[in-house]
C-alpha cells in the first residue's frame, strides 16, 4: 500500500518557521516529481512548491518565494518543506503529492498528482 504521510505542522506567530516532512512508503517516487499543495479553509486547494525527480529543478508559487524552500531525499523517500517568515496568509492544511510520471517536468496543477497524503494542519496567527 503505497503512503504519504505529512508531519511538523503546528500553530506558531507570524514570522516564525516550521519545516514539513512528508514520508513516502509502499513504493520509491525518486523518479518522480514531488510537490506540496495547501488548502485554506472555503478555498480550493492551491500548489505551493514542487521538486524535480533529480533535486535540480524547483518551482514556487509566487506568494512563497524565497520563503520557503522544498527539498527531498531520494534515499530516505523523503521531501521537506522549510518554511520561514510564516504569515497568517500561509495557514491551510498542507498536503505532499506525487506526480505519476516518471522523469517528467514540473506540474503544478493538483490533478496532475495521483497519489496525496493526509495532510498537515499549519495556523499562523497574527
Known amino acids: 500500500q503505497v503512503q504519504l504521510v505529512e508531519s511538523g505542522g503546528g500553530l506558531v506567530q507570524a514570522g516564525d518557521s516550521l519545516r514539513l516532512s512528508c514520508a513516502a512508503s509502499?513504493?520509491?517516487?525518486?523518479?518522480?516529481?514531488m510537490g506540496w499543495f495547501r488548502q485554506a479553509p472555503g478555498k480550493e486547494r492551491e500548489f505551493v512548491a514542487a521538486?524535480?525527480?533529480?533535486?535540480?529543478?524547483?518551482y514556487y508559487t509566487d506568494s512563497v518565494k524565497g520563503r520557503f524552500t522544498i527539498s527531498r531525499d531520494t534515499a530516505k523517500n523523503t521531501v521537506d518543506l522549510q518554511m520561514n517568515s510564516l504569515k497568517p496568509e500561509d495557514t491551510a492544511d498542507y498536503y505532499c503529492?506525487?506526480?505519476?510520471?516518471?522523469?517528467?517536468?514540473?506540474?503544478?496543477?493538483?490533478?496532475?498528482?495521483?497519489?496525496w497524503g493526509q495532510g498537515a494542519q499549519v495556523t499562523v496567527s497574527s
Open positions: 503529492a506525487a506526480d505519476p510520471s516518471p522523469y517528467g517536468n514540473i506540474r503544478a496543477s493538483p490533478i496532475a498528482h495521483n497519489y
Open positions: 509502499g513504493r520509491t517516487f525518486r523518479s518522480n516529481t
Open positions: 521538486i524535480n525527480w533529480s533535486g535540480g529543478s524547483t
